[in-house]
């Protein structure tokens, strides 16, 4: 997927302070981190003011007092905004993604939060200040932006009015949803260090959940057929991308410009052994060799309770819970323009056409 060159859905709609230049809203996490998210986020805030003259870029501070409040204050700015740029984690991924989707603007991340996976995904800069904003600058000045997939779920049952939302990582069903809200309610230091002992924990405790799941299968031709099953499984992932848990390598087939998902459950219960051994695996991003371990990919997927086993957790997606199932998530195809400095772009590029080169050699 080539690099977008203009925003042009939000040039028609720019209302500018200065004659050509951007309207830039930013939103922080004022609670990342006990407080050092918006730390952060005002650092952030003030390199972007102060480049506001030189680069013809106007700066809003969009941050309220919860993720509800930033939500409301991006809908409703005085200034149409031409991108938003969010400051933390995977839970400010969730926020913006959802926001910039809404609003039809690119969205620029200064991956700065515990898990910071979407950005790890991407191969944008992980806890890296200046080097972030450097980047997002970069992509403003020249107007340079890729496309990415996103996934989007809603609630079926009543057409997505209890649930309705993107996201940009993965949705977790099973025990890695578990292991999530557990290491978020860590009082651990260090966002790796919660995740890896929740990790352990859960791993080490595994329940057998109970799922009925209706698919659309890619298949190696491109053509596509429906297939479905009921199963009790540990584990139950959609990836749009590779990582979850502050750096575990999950899906690492995963790419956010296939325009597919990537469906991954275990096929049995793993003993204690087995299951930490997984774990030690998917750190490398070698698991999906074992047997255990079934991987689809696909472009929509319904997840339902089969009422047998244990009751599945309530799925997380970004690390934010989404809501209880049943479940419809389907893969939307470059729905999101990321912001990223035209080398990141020219890489991506490169890239593209080497896997096009693959594809057709083979």
């Not at 698919?215 to 479905?228: L, V």
């Amino acid at each position: 997927m080539r690099p977008e060159k203009n925003f042009s859905q939000t040039d028609a709609n720019a209302r500018s302070l200065t004659q050509k230049g951007i309207t830039v809203g930013v939103v922080t996490n004022p609670a990342a981190n006990r407080g050092h998210g918006r730390k952060v986020g005002l650092a952030v805030i003030d390199t972007l003011i102060g480049l506001e003259t030189s680069h013809g870029i106007a700066i809003q501070d969009l941050t309220g007092t919860s993720a509800e409040d930033s939500l409301n204050r991006i809908r409703t700015s005085p200034l149409k905004l031409d991108a938003l740029v969010v400051v933390g984690g995977d839970g400010m991924v969730s926020l913006g993604i959802n926001a910039a989707m809404e609003l039809g603007i690119p969205m620029g991340l200064v991956a700065s939060g515990s898990g910071n996976d979407f950005a790890r995904g991407l191969d944008l800069p992980v806890n890296r200040i200046e080097t972030s904003v450097n980047g997002i600058i970069a992509a403003l000045t020249t107007r340079t932006a890729v496309s990415v997939d996103l996934g989007h779920v809603i609630s079926p049952e009543d057409k997505g009015k209890r649930v309705n939302r993107y996201y940009a990582g993965q949705l977790s069903c099973g025990v890695d949803a578990q292991i999530n809200q557990d290491a978020n309610v860590s009082h651990l230091p260090g966002g790796k260090l919660r995740y890896m002992v929740a990790a352990i924990n859960d791993i080490s405790h595994l329940k057998q959940y109970g799922y009925s799941i209706n698919f659309i299968e890619t298949n190696a031709d491109g053509s596509e057929e429906h297939q479905g099953f009921d199963f009790d499984s540990p584990l139950l992932s959609v990836a749009n991308s590779r990582f979850i848990g502050g750096g575990i390598e999950l899906s690492p087939k995963s790419d956010v410009r296939d325009g597919l998902l990537d469906l991954i459950w275990t096929r049995w219960k793993p003993n204690a052994k087995q299951g930490l051994n997984l774990l030690r695996l998917a750190y490398r991003g070698e698991h999906l060799s074992s047997p255990v371990l079934g991987n689809e990919l696909v472009t929509s997927v319904l997840i339902e309770e089969s009422g047998t086993g244990d009751k599945p957790p309530i799925p997380m997606a970004d690390g934010e819970k989404v809501g209880h199932l049943p479940l419809r998530v389907r893969v939307v195809p470059g729905a999101l323009k990321m912001l990223v400095p035209p080398s990141v772009a020219a890489a991506w590029e490169e890239k593209s056409v080497q896997n096009e080169q693959r594809d057709d050699d083979e």
